[in-house]
T-cell receptor, first 113, second 114 residues
Framework: DQQVKQNSPSLSVQEGRISILNCDYT??????FLWYKKYPAEGPTFLIS?????DKNEDGRFTVFLNKSAKHLSLHIVPSQPGDSAVYFC????????????FGKGTLLTVNP | GAGVSQSPSNKVTEKGKDVELRCDPI?????LYWYRQSLGQGLEFLIY????????KSGLPSDRFSAERTGGSVSTLTIQRTQQEDSAVYLC????????????FGPGTRLTVT
């Protein structure tokens, strides 16, 4: 029972264009969502988050959108840079055990020069 | 260093042996988590420590897995009688406290059971 789903295992975009990474969840009790970025042989690093009381959070080139009715969130990176190439994990928290993060399987983003 | 550190970075062990994985959280962080990532999978929660409270062990996959946190800082994850399906990257994370959602991860320990 996968509560957080990232249906695209990989995404390839050109440098300077927009990258859109998608995430769906099934547990309506989730109330906080995070995106992590992971390079090979390193641990995930926190990128951006959003509370369920918001529908958008922006930080520089990164914007996360949340659609609660659709149980869907997305991460937009614009403009994309080659250094953004990494695996991106969507994670969710809440439901009474709000310290646990439930992760998706990740999307490998490749930004081509 | 200022980040979460883990040791060893890589561990190869024979099936049936016991292994110990170590985590040093960020200084001052009271919450500590263990996750594992198997090939092609997302991160799977294993266990959570918060201060002096009883740990949440609900994610441990079997009784061969155990963890402790001494003095509210360093944590050790022990896997007894390792099996091939235990092969994964074991990641430790810490956060400031229970109310902080943002967790900071170490580089992980890649465990290979042959």
């Amino acid at each position: 029972d996968q509560q957080v789903k990232q249906n695209s295992p990989s995404l390839s975009v050109q440098e300077g264009r927009i990258s859109i990474l998608n995430c769906d969840y099934t547990n309506s009790m989730f109330d906080y969502f995070l995106w992590y970025k992971k390079y090979p042989a390193e641990g995930p690093t926190f990128l951006i988050s959003i509370s369920s009381i918001k529908d958008k959070n922006e930080d520089g080139r990164f914007t996360v959108f949340l659609n609660k009715s659709a149980k869907h969130l997305s991460l937009h990176i614009v403009p994309s840079q080659p250094g953004d190439s990494a695996v991106y994990f969507c994670a969710a928290s809440g439901g009474g055990s709000n310290y646990k993060l439930t992760f998706g399987k990740g999307t490998l983003l490749t930004v081509n020069p | 260093g200022a980040g979460v550190s883990q040791s060893p970075s890589n561990k190869v062990t024979e099936k049936g042996k016991d292994v110990e994985l170590r985590c040093d959280p960020i200084s001052g962080h009271t919450a500590l988590y263990w996750y594992r990532q198997s090939l092609g999978q997302g991160l799977e929660f294993l266990i959570y420590f918060q201060g002096n409270s009883a740990p949440d062990k609900s994610g441990l996959p079997s009784d061969r897995f155990s963890a402790e946190r001494t003095g509210g800082s360093v944590s050790t994850l022990t896997i007894q009688r390792t099996q091939q399906e235990d092969s994964a990257v074991y990641l430790c994370a810490s956060s400031r406290d229970r109310s902080s959602y943002e967790q900071y991860f170490g580089p992980g320990t890649r465990l290979t059971v042959t």
